[in-house]
C-alpha cells in the first residue's frame, strides 16, 4: 500500500539550480538569443541614422549622373512651340543616345545651347538657392544655361525652303504640318531658302511660326541660322508636367514621306562606287608590287 502511494500525484522534489557552466548548452544559447534580440531591436533605428548621409550623398550622385548622361528636366520659358508645348510645360530630354553618335532627326524637338547669341536681350531667371541646388543635380530645370527648344525641320545635306504663301519643302518634298499654331502660315512672315544645310548642322523652326525666332531669323548670323549638331544637348521626348498635359513627343508621320531623304542617300551612293573603286584598287596595287620587287630580287 506504501508503493501504491507513490503513484506520480506526489509534487516532485524541489531541486538546486546548476551553475550556468554546466547547465546544457542549449539553455545557455537560448539566454543569449533574448539578450540579442533585445539589442537587435535598437540597432536599426541607430543605423539607420547613420546611414542617411550616405544614402543622401549616393541618391545625389546619382541625380548627377542621370541629369549628365540619361535625362535631364527642361521647362519651357516661351509660347514659341505651342500647341504642342506651352510656357510652363516641363519636359524630359534624352541625352543618352549623343553619346552613342546619334544625330537629331527631322521631325524631332530638340534642346540645344545658344549657336549664336540667339537670346541676347533675353531676362535671366532669378532662382533662390533651392532651386539652384535642384537645378544643379537635375531635379529642376537649371536657370544658368542658355538653352532653346525648337522643331529639326532639315539635316545636313538637305535643301529646306519656303516660299511665301507656300509650305515647307524639304528637298523638293511639300510638308504636312498639322503641329503648326492654328492661324499661323509656313513661313509668310519670314520667307526663306531654297538653302543647303551644311554637313553636321540642323534647320530649326517653332511650332508658332509667328512667335518663333528660330533659324529663319538669324540667316545673317555667324552660323547663317544652322545649328550645328555638337549644340544639341539632347531629344524631348515626353511632356512630364503638369500630369495633366502628359504627352509623348513623338516624329510626325510627314517626316517619313518616301523620297524626302533622297538627296543625302543619293550623295551617300554617289560616294560609295569611288570608295569601292579604291578598295579594289588597294589590293591589285600591292599585289603588283610585291611581283615586281619579287622579280627584281629574284634577277
Known sequence: MAVGARS??????????????????????????????DEAAESPQRSFWKELPLLIGIALVLALLIKTFLVQAFSIPSDSMQNTLQRGDRVLVDKLTPWFGSEPERGEVVVFNDPAEWLA???????????????????????????????????????????????????????????????NTACDDKPFGP??????????????????????????????????????????????????????LPVPDTFDQPGIGDQAAAAALGLAPAGLGVAGAVPLVMWRRRVLTGGRTAG
Not at 519643302?169 to 510638308?175: A, D, F, R, W
Open 8 to 37: 506520480g500525484r506526489d509534487e516532485p522534489e524541489e531541486r538546486p539550480e546548476r551553475p550556468a557552466a554546466e547547465q546544457p548548452e542549449d539553455a545557455v544559447a537560448g539566454a543569449g538569443e533574448t539578450a540579442g534580440d
Open 121 to 183: 536681350g533675353e531676362a535671366t531667371p532669378n532662382p533662390n538657392v533651392f532651386q539652384r541646388v535642384l537645378g544643379w543635380i537635375g531635379l529642376m530645370p537649371s536657370a544658368d544655361e542658355k538653352d532653346l527648344i525648337k522643331r529639326v525641320i532639315a539635316v545636313g545635306g538637305d535643301t529646306v525652303e519656303c516660299a511665301k504663301g507656300g509650305p515647307v519643302k524639304v528637298n523638293g518634298k511639300v510638308l504636312d504640318e498639322p503641329y503648326v499654331f492654328p492661324g
Open 195 to 248: 538653302l543647303k544645310v551644311p554637313k553636321d548642322h540642323i534647320w530649326v523652326m517653332g511650332d508658332h511660326r509667328q512667335n518663333s525666332y528660330d533659324s529663319r531669323w538669324h540667316m545673317d548670323d555667324e552660323t547663317k541660322g544652322f545649328v550645328p549638331n555638337d549644340k544639341v544637348v539632347g531629344r524631348a521626348v515626353v511632356v512630364a508636367w503638369p500630369v495633366t498635359r502628359w504627352a509623348t
